[in-house]
């Protein structure tokens, strides 16, 4: 008792002194994972001195703090902008798995002269690209809605086969003819209680009233965290049902959504800040420059080779142009998750996983500078990014029990559509009006001539029947003008 006070004192300082590093990242452009990363080293055994070796421990914090990121993920992926390239992401998510096992594998046997089980090991670690890493860089680069939605939706999925392929090589699992029987099982189990976590989290939340609003939030993210366990319990992919059921309650009509998505990225955050940190705090400085040159090569390898030639396997048979193909080669980012992952054959005391952790950390920082850095240019360069495109308008619900009625909180982004709508223009389904605006800070009644504006805030009540025509309604408007229908925008 007596140190908990300095504990929890020094915890919130690195707390502190994380989320202020968010904004000196962005500023001098690096990525935030990698200022966590040093504040972990700085503390440990080249800084301060903090001791922490234990593989066991950092395996499992590591993946609780997968678990709480791919939440966040989930929830905050909006299924409109992932649909048009959600073939591709399925694909992806597998077929690069397999290619990167296979090809860095067979490279490493070949130029570092690693034993075959080991050589597949590194490729499987490496296989998977960082759901944290992709969604703070893609979502802030500018890159069209369609191509970005690829590399979100193939970070939240290739997780489940990656971490699979590891523990099944750290096992050591003979390869028979079952073993694709397995693995389908796997994955199509945990899809399956992720999307039933999904839809029942989303029915009863709907049809539950809590007492506080700040209970929603909790009650969301809990019923994510209950499809991994559920995943698991039954020997299937926690993980991906983790993200589906995120995702399909990310996309759900949830009351108070807003403040459970802002709750959501909080949580994230902290995941990942409180991950990098204990994954610098694990690593030893003194043996990275023996990991400098595995790393690099292994990184090469993944990076210029077996990325390339997933993307090019699997996008093809979907005609994805040859532009779009070099982009999906070059985002995919690598962060905690292989980190995290390369602990599992260290908590099993394999021989070499000491090396396997250490390069992944030089890969990591490595090739996260430079695929970031690049990131923005190339897209511009190949003709990808689209910084004008209309931003997704946000819809907040509250439901009126006793009335029957939402109220729905809206807001029109910059870039949005809406603005310049006059209010007679939007043509709200029967049972649906905007009943206040508030602009500026000052909120009035409006008419049928109001003429709507970036950062207007609607305050919209609609009865249930017609609240998901109001919201389809609204989204439409917001990508496509008032013409939206003429436009085939229907706003689903």
């Not at 991950?275 to 390898?301: E, H, I, K, Q, T």
């Not at 619900?397 to 939007?426: F, N, T, W």
């Not at 950062?455 to 496509?480: C, I, K, M, S, Y």
Request: charged share 15%; proline share 5%; net charge neutral.
């Amino acid at each position: 008792m007596n140190d908990l006070p300095v504990v929890l004192g020094a915890g919130a300082i690195v707390l502190l002194a994380s989320v202020f590093a968010v904004r000196f990242s962005i500023r001098l452009g690096v990525p935030s994972l990698l200022i966590y990363l040093g504040i972990g080293v700085l503390l440990g055994e080249a800084g301060l001195g903090v001791q922490f070796e234990n593989a066991t421990v950092m395996q499992s914090l590591g993946i609780a703090a997968l678990v709480m990121i791919l939440v966040e993920g989930g929830l905050t992926t909006q299924w409109s902008a992932v649909r048009p390239g959600l073939g591709p992401s399925i694909v992806l998510s597998v077929v690069a798995v397999v290619v990167t096992v296979v090809v860095t594998g067979a490279a490493l046997h070949w130029l570092l002269d690693l034993e075959w089980r080991t050589a597949l090991l590194w490729g499987a670690v490496l296989s998977s690209t960082d759901a944290a890493a992709v969604f703070s860089v893609l979502r802030s680069s500018g890159i069209g809605r369609r191509l970005s939605g690829v590399v979100e939706l193939e970070s939240g999925l290739n997780d489940a086969p990656s971490y699979i392929a590891v523990v099944l090589l750290t096992a050591g699992v003979s390869v028979d003819w079952n073993l694709p029987l397995r693995l389908l099982y796997q994955l199509g189990i945990g899809a399956v209680v992720g999307l039933a976590f999904g839809v029942a989290g989303g029915w009863l939340l709907r049809r539950i009233a809590l007492p506080a609003t700040g209970l929603y939030p909790l009650a969301t993210v809990a019923m994510c965290v209950l499809a991994y366990s559920g995943a698991q319990l039954a020997n299937a992919s926690g993980l991906l049902a983790t993200f589906l059921a995120g995702l399909v309650l990310g996309n759900s009509r949830l009351p108070h959504r807003s403040n459970t998505l802002s709750f959501a990225e909080g949580l994230g955050w902290i995941a990942q800040i409180g991950v990098f940190v204990l994954l610098g705090l694990f690593s030893s400085p003194s043996r990275l420059p023996d990991a400098v040159v595995p790393g690099l090569v292994a990184g090469l390898v993944a990076v210029l080779v077996a990325r390339p030639l997933a993307v090019v396997l699997s996008t093809t048979p979907f005609r994805v142009p040859w532009r779009e193909q070099v982009f999906l080669s070059w985002a995919g980012l690598r962060g905690a998750v292989p980190i995290v992952l390369a602990t599992i054959p260290l908590a099993a005391d394999l021989p070499g996983a000491q090396l396997l952790v250490d390069a992944v950390f030089v890969i990591v920082i490595v090739y996260t500078l430079l695929q970031t850095a690049f990131m923005t240019p190339l897209a511009k360069a190949l003709g990808v990014a689209s910084l004008a495109e209309p931003r997704e308008v946000g819809i907040d619900a509250a439901p009126l029990d006793e009335l029957g009625a939402v109220l729905l909180q809206v807001r029109i982004p910059k870039g949005s559509r809406l603005h310049g709508v006059y209010l007679a223009e939007l043509r709200l389904p029967r049972g649906a009006s905007v009943s206040l605006v508030v602009r500026r800070g000052t909120g009035f009644t409006p008419e049928s001539t109001t003429r709507l504006q970036e950062d207007d805030q609607l305050l919209v009540v609609t009865t249930e029947a017609a609240r998901n025509a109001t919201e389809r309604r609204l989204r439409a408007v917001g990508r496509a003008g008032p013409i939206a229908r003429w436009r085939g925008e229907t706003g689903d």
